[in-house]
């Protein structure tokens, strides 16, 4: 079975700063990661995704990531927050095997406050 | 391109009526269909998926139920609101993993608040 836990629901920073948002996954399968962004009232828009091959895995908005195997880990990032990077961020887990349904396991989310 | 929409965006309802969420996908054939609901504060909580039509699985026992009458076409039911069924819900696709050498992502439509009163 594979989960998701993303470590503290909620995390502020001062703008300029940087952002850290973490997540570890389990999953006895080589795990595909995708990280989600939200903003209030609105649907889901993926920031970026791991499937295989390189790392650290860059994304939209200046946001990057770093699948860690060994810490079962896939943190997201960005050097300097800025105000408009305030909402909610899920982490998500799946896995390409015969059977799957493309189904996404996500973590509860991480509210990000930027202050000025 | 492909796009994902949602209606009602939002939707007050007495509990007890019935409910009729309707979710269409364009530019895209055979997509794997998925409803979530997204309760205060909560994350994401799968109730739905469809890997073709006619073809539902159940996620929870709950309320609610899903057709998927046409291949573009997802739509959540309930014959009796309840309180509970308050929250946002959201609809997603992806293509089909199979055939595929990597895992496509979910692409998300806008959401439906449903206040049940």
């Known amino acids: 079975a594979q989960s998701v836990t993303q470590l503290g629901s909620h995390v502020s920073v001062s703008e300029g700063a940087l952002v850290l948002l973490r997540c570890n996954y389990s999953?006895?399968?080589?795990?595909?990661l995708f990280w989600y962004v939200q903003y209030p009232n609105q649907g889901l828009q993926l920031l970026l995704k791991?499937?295989?091959?390189?790392?650290l895995v860059k994304g939209i908005n200046g946001f990057e990531a770093e699948f860690k195997k060994s810490e079962t880990s896939f943190h997201l990032t960005k050097p300097s927050a800025h105000m408009s990077d305030a909402a909610e961020y899920f982490c998500?887990?799946?896995?390409?095997?015969?059977?799957?349904?493309?189904?996404?396991?996500f973590g509860q989310g991480t509210t990000l406050q930027v202050k000025p | 391109s492909q796009t994902i929409h949602q209606w009602p965006a939002t939707l007050v309802q007495p509990v007890g009526s019935p409910l009729s969420l309707e979710c269409t996908v364009e530019?895209?054939?055979?997509?794997?269909l998925y409803w979530y609901r997204q309760a205060a504060g909560r994350g994401l909580q799968l109730l739905f998926y469809?890997?073709?039509?006619?073809?539902i699985s159940s996620e929870v026992p709950q309320n609610l139920s899903a057709s998927r009458p046409q291949d573009r076409q997802f739509i959540l039911s309930s014959k009796k609101l309840l309180l509970s069924d308050s929250g946002f819900y959201l609809c997603?696709?992806?293509?089909?993993?199979?055939?595929?050498?990597?895992?496509?992502?979910?692409?998300f439509g806008p959401g439906t608040r449903l206040t049940v009163l």
């Open positions: 997603a696709w992806s293509v089909p993993a199979s055939g595929r050498s990597t895992m496509s992502e979910q692409f």
């Open positions: 999953s006895s399968v080589p795990p595909y």
């Open positions: 791991y499937t295989t091959g390189a790392t």
């Open positions: 998500a887990v799946s896995h390409l095997r015969p059977g799957n349904t493309g189904k996404l396991i």
């Open positions: 530019g895209t054939s055979n997509p794997n």
């Open positions: 469809s890997v073709g039509i006619g073809q």
